[in-house]
């Protein structure tokens, strides 16, 4: 039982460490992810073009975030 707890612990502790280095690509995927399923309510073409338009804008934040650190 021991074990399983100090597994547990670990475990948590790398996804705490993970979410702090990429809190802001995190909150921008769950950003754009929103506005996308919001988008597809309107109609499939605006979905897909909403979709696609932030895409190309989360990959160019997320390598300019790249390059910062």
Same mark, same amino acid.
């Given at each position: 039982? =021991? $074990? +399983? #707890? /100090? @597994? %547990?612990? &670990?475990?948590? =502790? $790398? +996804? #705490? /460490? @993970? %979410?702090? &280095?990429?809190?802001?690509?995190?909150?921008?995927?769950?950003?754009?992810?929103?506005?996308?399923?919001?988008?597809?309510?309107?109609?499939?073409?605006?979905?897909?073009?909403?979709?696609?338009?932030?895409?190309?804008?989360?990959?160019?934040?997320?390598?300019?975030?790249?390059?910062?650190?």
């Amino acid at each position: 039982m =021991k $074990k +399983v #707890f /100090e @597994f %547990y612990k &670990l475990a948590v =502790k $790398k +996804v #705490f /460490e @993970f %979410y702090q &280095l990429n809190e802001p690509q995190i909150l921008m995927i769950c950003g754009f992810l929103m506005l996308s399923i919001g988008a597809f309510k309107i109609s499939i073409i605006v979905g897909w073009f909403i979709t696609g338009s932030l895409f190309i804008i989360l990959a160019l934040l997320s390598a300019w975030m790249a390059g910062r650190g």
